[in-house]
């Protein structure tokens, strides 16, 4: 948009282009808050100066391109609007602080795992039954006919011998049981720790996130207002 | 019967779902070990009333072919009393697997529930750690 058009007029009157500048030189606005046109033909001395300085500058960059975008820097210290300064220099101090604010969620792991280990062994408490073996129910009978009883003593045995194998073997059973009970446990509160860990993680990518954004928006701040950061002492 | 109670560190909370199945596990398993004792009492006895009945028969028919404590009946004995054992082997078996396997069933719903609470806190927590990473997203509201 060329200056002097009727939008720059109307923009001017209405205060669209924020406070005016005052050049402590001149006692003039400066001449980038001067929209061409406002001041009639005619005026002579500073004002016209400041107007010609202007003209040369906006011939310039368009010649040359904007260093800084389509408002230049005319101070020294990096440009000369303060609200933009300020938002960046707000956001290099929060860009710098250490957070204070990081959410604590050891109290919460420290709850979920002991949660975990209050859980009760439940293979430790399985009531398991005895095996009886059968007696020889003709034992007596046997005794009183003079019968001679070792096949029947025999199979007592065998009957014994594999009752007391079955109890082992479900014995064995149970303990392999709790102990993968067990190791369930522990890789549940590994799983926990895991979990923790890739929580902080995404907590320093949440701040890291954050503070990118500040970046760009300081560097948004900078390119829209032709600040150089600088020489607002931002050094990335 | 497991240890039913729960632990009051999760977080205060579990899926009421997975409790309501663990206790339906339990009580199907109290049920199969009272029937089993009460039918296996009921089988173990059948079985020795039948041998002995049947005792008094053997013995008789010894007598009338006079082999009254013959070889040949020391023998039948033996195999009588072996077989009369071996029903009321198959039968206490029977009970004792029953037991066992409630007990193990029982252990197994205690187990499932304390996964399903495990995971149920788990979960949490990560909803919880999710939360702590959009607070710091939003710090510059926040203070720092």
Do not use: C
């Amino acid at each position: 948009m060329a200056y002097g058009s009727a939008d720059t007029i109307e923009r001017k009157k209405t205060g669209a282009y924020g406070p005016t500048i005052i050049d402590p030189a001149t006692g003039m606005p400066t001449s980038r808050e001067i929209a061409p046109g406002v001041f009639g033909v005619g005026q002579a001395g500073a004002e016209a100066q400041s107007r010609a300085a202007g003209q040369m500058d906006y011939a310039n960059y368009e010649a040359n391109g904007f260093p800084y975008g389509p408002q230049s820097p005319t101070s020294p210290s990096g440009g000369n609007n303060n609200s933009a300064r300020n938002a960046i220099m707000q956001l290099w101090a929060f860009y710098n602080q250490k957070p204070k604010n990081t959410v604590n969620t050891v109290p919460a792991l420290r709850q979920l795992i002991q949660g975990i280990k209050a859980q009760q062994n439940p293979y430790g408490q399985v009531a398991m039954p005895s095996l009886a073996a059968a007696g020889n129910p003709l034992a007596a009978y046997m005794q009183q006919s003079g019968a001679d009883p070792a096949a029947a003593q025999q199979m007592q045995q065998m009957l014994a011998a594999e009752a007391a194998q079955t109890r082992q073997a479900d014995v064995a059973l149970q303990q392999q049981m709790g102990q993968s009970w067990k190791a369930n446990q522990q890789a549940l509160i590994n799983q926990a720790r895991q979990q923790h860990q890739l929580g902080k993680q995404q907590q320093a990518a949440a701040q890291q996130q954050t503070n990118n954004q500040a970046m760009m928006s300081m560097l948004e701040l900078a390119i829209k207002n032709g600040l150089d950061l600088s020489k607002l002492g931002i050094q990335f | 019967m497991a240890n039913t109670a729960l632990p009051n560190t999760f977080f205060g909370g579990y899926d009421p779902g997975a409790g309501w199945q663990r206790d339906a596990t339990l009580a199907q398993n109290a049920r199969t070990r009272f029937l089993i004792q009460q039918r296996g009492a009921r089988d173990l006895a059948n079985i020795d009333i039948a041998g002995a009945k049947g005792i008094e028969g053997l013995a008789g028919s010894y007598n009338k072919r006079g082999l009254r404590f013959s070889g040949m009946q020391n023998t039948g004995q033996n195999e009588y009393a072996k077989g009369w054992m071996q029903s009321k082997q198959d039968a206490l078996a029977n009970i004792y697997n029953q037991l066992a396997e409630s007990s193990f069933s029982d252990a197994g719903a205690m187990a499932n529930f304390q996964q399903n609470q495990a995971d149920f806190a788990a979960e949490k927590y990560q909803q919880i750690l999710q939360s702590a990473a959009q607070l710091n997203s939003l710090r510059p509201y926040l203070g720092g």
